[in-house]
């Protein structure tokens, strides 16, 4: 081998070191998995709240307490987990228990959400101070079954018995609300 090609060939391996050097950290360092990755993979949440809402009780929320702070903001995905073991009985003299999606008929004028299921459970988005989230209707309880992304404002989660006398209720249902917040800073405090 000349001095040349021996040369030639120190530099060709110098220069492939050093590009490997450039290459395999580009390759190991990977982006954290976003929230919606996070809860579809099954990763812990960043706030998990466990529910009881008594039949008598128009609805709880999250965050909790009397006009609380917005604490979901955009990026964050929220999952609510029913526990169907538990029903609520809408009726005080006659036994008539319902899960959260209620009885499958339209609830008249004098309810919280007409045309919507009698005595189911709903949830909406509210923004403090812009209020309702959207287009004002209900959802679901069990939309949130599955990872879903938080509104595009910040905002606050609450739940409604669609129920025109919850007095004559007993019972309750039982869910877990789950938060994948996108800042994870943000929620150490919630």
């Not at 466990?50 to 979901?72: C, E, K, L, M, S």
């Not at 929220?78 to 036994?95: H, I, L, P, S």
């Not at 679901?140 to 018995?161: F, H, N, V, Y």
Request: net charge positive; hydrophobic share 35%; proline share 8%.
């Amino acid at each position: 081998m000349t001095r040349t090609s021996r040369t030639l060939s120190t530099f060709a391996a110098v220069g492939a070191l050093a590009l490997t050097a450039l290459v395999v950290p580009a390759q190991t360092a990977q982006a954290a998995p976003s929230p919606l990755q996070r809860c579809r993979s099954g990763a812990g949440a960043d706030v998990v709240r466990h529910f009881r809402q008594g039949g008598g009780t128009a609805g709880v929320g999250f965050p909790g307490g009397p006009d609380p702070a917005n604490a979901v903001f955009p990026g964050d995905v929220v999952k609510v987990t029913v526990n169907d073991r538990y029903e609520v009985n809408v009726q005080g003299w006659a036994y008539e228990p319902y899960d959260v999606d209620g009885k499958s008929e339209p609830a008249g004028n004098g309810y919280p959400f007409p045309g919507w299921n009698k005595y189911a459970n709903f949830f909406r988005w509210n923004n403090n101070p812009g209020g309702w989230v959207g287009n004002h209707d209900p959802h679901s309880l069990r939309e949130l079954a599955r990872c879903k992304r938080a509104p595009s404002i910040p905002a606050r989660w609450g739940t409604q018995i669609n129920d025109d006398n919850i007095g004559d209720n007993s019972g309750e249902w039982r869910f877990t609300f789950r938060l994948w917040c996108a800042n994870r800073h943000r929620c150490d405090d919630l």
